[in-house]
């Protein structure tokens, strides 16, 4: 049934293939040890790869607050005590142990006709992870996939595709669970033949594992689709499954099973979306064998994404602009996302991490965001408030996950792990009044739509219920002793009498135990103290410090030393067996708490569905005082939103956070009536710098961040695409010019009206003459769209364009030469300055050459050459008087047109604009018939 592809899925298949019976074994552990084995503290430290498990899109808030439907404070919920068990024996007996079967003579061939076995069920038992999911990293990948070795090492996102077959080919149908989140995501929608939208997708979501049905790589060949997936993850881990279990009828039924109240409009959005449902079926039953676990009914979050939801960031642009990880190492935090982050918990963290990636399109969504933070910025009292309070969140969504999944069976850790969860569910409930508090007096929609959502009684009922039974002073702290202490006393006393007795035993052990480490420090004269580890257990420890041993050696009562920088840590046999006493007794403490912990969650089930707007309010409120806090560091400003690009005096936003020197700000104006610039200036003068800035801060504005910048306004932009400068990519045999293709075609061919193109030094991989050509054809091209383009080059035969397309603008970066006498060299000094036409810059390699340690008579010889050569090939071109009068009658044009659609000018003001336009228009028109004078003399 599962099975792992070989060669046709571009890697070699892990483990042993067995076609044995495909029934599970008794007392199986779950394959991964996310959420049943995981507590919420789990999850944090992660950095910039931490799976994103929260939609790149608008929150469910969000929407409710442009529907203006706030959240009312009370809900009823289908969710009974007692349907958890009648759920889990029904499931039970139709189950994906019983169903689902793996014939012994299920083989796929890969492209050589190789056999490669199909994995069953008893096959993925034990030592799952090791013998599916380890295979060689390799280099070269993705920025958001595999690339990045502590963000795959950390993924816990299982997915499943699939695509439609004969003339639904080309429809995507995904589903995606976070196994820390109890969210469940269904995406479907029409690609073309790259399938750029499933690997920028896939990208995103950063796979722990890819499921696809059997016939993605049956009969021995694989499907397009399959091995671009496999191409691109190598390092994830892939199963197939038979095609009958991507059912998208069974994937209804199963979503209204599961779906709680509060989302169950999404299922009429899904209704029709045949293929996501049939992801979701095979996904669902996959989750469940392979975590032996079953989700409770009415128990997860289930969403629906259209990919018009967000703009779209392919993942070789998400490298280029280096969004959220550093090219040159991968734990640097020199990226946008290392900009903004000064998130409190990893559900903010995910949130700003995937709304990074996935910006937003929707302008009213946006402006709620930008409403938020100015808020925060202006009212100082209540973001501190606020952020005090959200530092003391854990990460509210694998709580949830924990406890919405029932396993199949009971072992000691998921009994510790359901202990310990309840008490970070206390811990978080009783933060609830003090955020609702914070937010009382706040004034935009959005947080009063987020405080309104925390008005729901039954955040009460809960936490009076966990205080019926677990004590007033159980809490989440620090240290593993101390959470230990908290799980052993966390229920009241007297409610359960041999549990009591176990604690008082425990309490006994432990105390002994300190007691022998005290008399083995006096009978040996040194300063022993006692010390724990979650791994060791109980130990002993002593401070080298002042202390001189007899012989130089420790006492030989005394094993397993371990010698650190000032200190020796050991344990004696008679600690070793106190120790196994002590585990014992928690192993009995932790099994009666466990039941009494249980009984308290069945009456709770039917009220915690309250938590997912709780999850949803604390992740958004972080990510907007981390954008509020980033502006309290540097000079941004709020972001407007037009149909121009006009940005006054911007900055880099990385650049400015990492250098010691403020950046040089620069202005840049982009409309319909100019949508392509085309930029020149030597090397090293600032043009990938500044491209790159005007990507970085259009993603900034989408997302609902200030803007490093005096005044900024921005078009929504659908698509975001770079091409930026490439080496040659050994991996795949491709040279610079050959990737500068691929790349230059991929945006071609997905490009639309509403897209911000940046193309950085095309052409540079070919001959002058072919690289001239090949761009000027590309430009034409691109001068058709209505996209916003950037383009910067070397090749200034591209700067007559301007003569032939009135859309197209010229613009380059200063420079100033200086020279101290004539026998010294010339200096050239970068001012990184971006100034209006093209740069006058001629032969700039030569002159960077000059200040390099190359041969004098080498550097002339070059020059005599360059000299003869520009000759043949320049010709300077004119532009003739008719073609600039109808560039300076397009361009009033388009003025005019921007000025009716945005202007927000009072009548005094708009006079003066306006006369402002008529002398720039009397200005061309003078030039033009300068020209017409000088071309008939």
Known sequence: MFTKPGVCGGSTAAGRCSSSSSEPEPGRRPRYNFGLMETPRSGEGKGDGYSASESGGTSSTERLVQNNKLPSGSHTSGFTPGAANANNTSRGNNSVLSVLSAPSSSLCRDRDGARVGKTPLSAISHNTRSSCRMRTPQTGHSVTSSSAISAHCVASVIVAVVEGRGLARGEIGMASINLRSPELILSQFADNTTYSKVITKLQILTPLEIIMPNTACDKGTATKLFSLITENFKTVAFTTVQRKYFNETKGLEYTEQLCIPEFNTVLMEVQSKYYCLAAAAALLKYVEFIQNSVYAPKSLKVTFQGSEQTAMIDSTSAQNLELVINNRDPRNSHTLFGVLNYTKTPGGNRRLRSNILEPLVDAETINMRLDCVQELLQDEELFFSLQSVISRFLDTDQLLS??????????????????????????????????????????????????????????????????????????????????????????????????????????????????????????????????????????????????????????????????????????????????????????????????????????????IHCLYKLSDAVSMLDMLLSFAHACTLSDYVRPEFTDTLAIKQGRHPILEKISVEKPVPNNIYISE???????????????????????????????????????????????????IGVDDDIETNSSTFMKEMKEITFIIQNANDRSLIIIDELGRGTSTEEGVGICHAICEYLLNLKAFTLFATHFLELCHLDALYPNVENNHFEVQHTRKSPQTTEKITYTYVLSKGHTEEKNYGLK???????????????????????????QKQMSTPESLRQRAVYRLATRLVQTARNSCLDANSLRVYFRGLKKRYESDCLATEEATEMEVE
């Not at 970085?696 to 200030?706: E, N, V």
């Not at 005044?711 to 932009?717: D, L, T």
């Open 673 to 723: 009536g100019s949508n392509f610039v085309i930029i020149t200036g030597p090397n090293m003068s600032g043009k990938s710098t500044f491209l790159k800035q005007i990507a970085l801060c259009q993603i900034m504005a989408q997302i609902g961040s200030f803007i490093p910048a005096e005044y900024a306004s921005f078009r929504i932009a659908e698509q975001i695409f770079t091409r």
């Open 848 to 874: 960077a050459a000059e200040v390099s340690s190359l041969l004098p008579s080498i550097i002339h010889d070059a020059k005599e050459i360059t000299s003869q050569i520009s000759k043949q090939l320049w």
């Open 402 to 607: 924990v406890l919405v999944q029932i396993p199949k069976q009971d072992t000691v850790t998921a009994a510790e792990s359901k202990i310990t969860n309840l008490i970070y569910l206390k811990h978080t409930l009783e933060l609830v009044d003090p955020l609702k508090a914070a937010l009382k007096n706040c004034k935009t929609s959005l947080l009063k739509a987020y405080c309104s959502s925390l008005d729901d009684n039954r955040f009460n009922i809960i936490l009076d219920k966990i205080k019926t039974v677990i004590n007033d002073d159980t809490r989440y702290t620090k240290g593993c002793l101390n959470m230990r202490t908290q799980k052993c006393y966390a229920v009241r006393p007297n409610i359960n009498e041999f549990l009591d007795i176990a604690r008082r035993t425990y309490a006994e052990i432990v105390d002994d135990i300190a007691g022998m480490i005290t008399q083995l420090g006096e009978k040996y004269n040194l300063p022993l103290k006692t010390s724990f580890s979650t791994a060791r257990g109980f130990f002993i420890q002593m401070n080298t410090d002042g202390v001189i041993l007899p012989s130089g050696q420790l006492p030989s009562e005394f094993m397993k030393v371990t010698k650190m920088k000032n200190a020796y840590s050991f344990t004696s046999v008679d600690l070793i067996k106190m120790n196994e006493r002590c585990q014992e007794s928690l192993r009995e403490i932790y099994h009666m708490t466990y039941l009494i912990v249980c009984r308290l969650l069945s009456e709770i089930y039917e009220h």
